[in-house]
């Protein structure tokens, strides 16, 4: 079982930045691939990026170049920088952890980021 817990989310006006963390409670953390989604009202949830045990990463079109995530794993931590933020970046942002051991996915409980003015 890994246990993730999401943080920094919160209120910024639009160009800014935040950064988000999920921290993982697992022994394993060097053989979990890291994600992160967003889902807004009425919408589906939506990858926004990965990194893998190795730290190779992959984004979705729409935050390419404004988004970088990353991962400490001396803490279990996988992280999510988010700059120059658009109204349309607005959601709830979830971590999910899938293990590379077992193929179980976890998910962590979100956290609303707003961008607005």
């Known amino acids: 079982q890994v246990q993730l817990v999401e943080s920094g989310g919160g209120l910024v006006q639009p160009g800014g930045s935040l950064r988000l963390s999920c921290a993982a409670s697992t022994s394993i953390f060097g053989y979990i691939a890291m994600m992160w989604y967003r889902q807004t009202p009425g919408k589906g949830r939506e990858w926004v990026a990965t990194?893998?045990?190795?730290?190779?990463?992959n984004y979705a079109d729409s935050v390419k170049g404004r988004f970088t995530i990353s991962r400490d794993n001396s803490k279990s931590t996988v992280y999510l920088q988010m700059n120059n933020l658009k109204s349309e970046d607005t959601a709830v942002y979830y971590c999910?952890?899938?293990?590379?051991?077992?193929?179980?996915?976890?998910w962590g409980e979100g956290l609303q980021v707003s961008v607005s003015s």
């Open positions: 999910k952890a899938q293990s590379y051991l077992t193929n179980q996915e976890y």
């Open positions: 990194i893998s045990p190795g730290s190779s990463t």
